[in-house]
């Protein structure tokens, strides 16, 4: 039985499953951004297709998300 934490499904959770988490939730923005992209007219311009995820676009926008994120929790923890 596999369990979500064992993302390699090898039956253990060891260190490549929290490097391959920690790759999955950091790239999350950008993928979601890009297969949502996929197949709108907006997406063909810049070529992007349903399986561009982790590329460098994807990264990309995944930090300027995350930075966004963080700067928004950073605000409402001054306030
Ligand atoms: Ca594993």
């Given at each position: 039985?596999?369990?979500?934490w064992d993302?390699?499904r090898?039956?253990?959770?060891?260190i490549t499953?929290v490097?391959?988490?920690?790759?999955?939730?950091?790239?999350?923005?950008?993928?979601?951004?890009?297969?949502v992209?996929?197949h709108t007219p907006l997406g063909?311009?810049?070529?992007v297709?349903?399986?561009?995820?982790?590329?460098?676009?994807?990264w990309?926008?995944?930090?300027i998300?995350w930075?966004?994120?963080?700067?928004w929790?950073?605000?409402?923890?001054?306030?």
């Amino acid at each position: 039985m596999n369990n979500w934490w064992d993302v390699n499904r090898d039956g253990l959770f060891t260190i490549t499953d929290v490097g391959l988490l920690a790759k999955y939730i950091g790239c999350w923005p950008g993928n979601f951004v890009l297969k949502v992209l996929a197949h709108t007219p907006l997406g063909t311009f810049f070529e992007v297709g349903p399986f561009d995820q982790y590329t460098n676009a994807a990264w990309t926008i995944s930090v300027i998300v995350w930075l966004i994120v963080f700067a928004w929790l950073s605000s409402l923890s001054k306030a």
